[in-house]
């Protein structure tokens, strides 16, 4: 079983950033895909990013490109997401999850954390 918590929400002014963390509990970190999705007031959670056990392909939703950029710490346990250029419509609760696969399949995702809430004001 893996324990994730996110933290790093809040708010912000279109055009800025943030660097939301995911931290795992367990041994078996690396051994997951990671993935952001998000999820707006009256929306289906959406995928946002994923990235591979080695951090060394990632994947993302074209709604974030070049704008976001996920990276991971095995060492540390930890997946990041750093958003840049912010805009309203970034408004959500940004989930981490730990899957098998590289997709933006929801369901493939087998743990979640609670998700940390961005607001980006206009």
């Known amino acids: 079983q893996v324990q994730l918590v996110e933290s790093g929400g809040g708010l912000v002014q279109a055009g800025g950033s943030l660097r939301l963390s995911c931290v795992a509990s367990?041994?078996?970190?690396?051994?997951?895909?990671m993935g952001w999705f998000r999820q707006a007031p009256g929306k289906e959670r959406e995928f946002v990013a994923a990235?591979?056990?080695?951090?060394?392909?990632?994947y993302y939703a074209d709604s974030v490109k070049p704008r976001f950029t996920i990276s991971r710490d095995n060492a540390k346990n930890t997946v990041y997401l750093q958003m840049n250029s912010l805009k309203p419509e970034d408004t959500a609760v940004y989930y981490c999850g730990a899957g098998r696969e590289l997709v933006s399949i929801r369901r493939t995702y087998d743990y979640w954390g609670q998700g940390t809430q961005v607001t980006v004001s206009s």
């Open positions: 367990g041994r078996t970190f690396s051994t997951y895909v």
């Open positions: 990235i591979n056990r080695s951090g060394g392909t990632t």
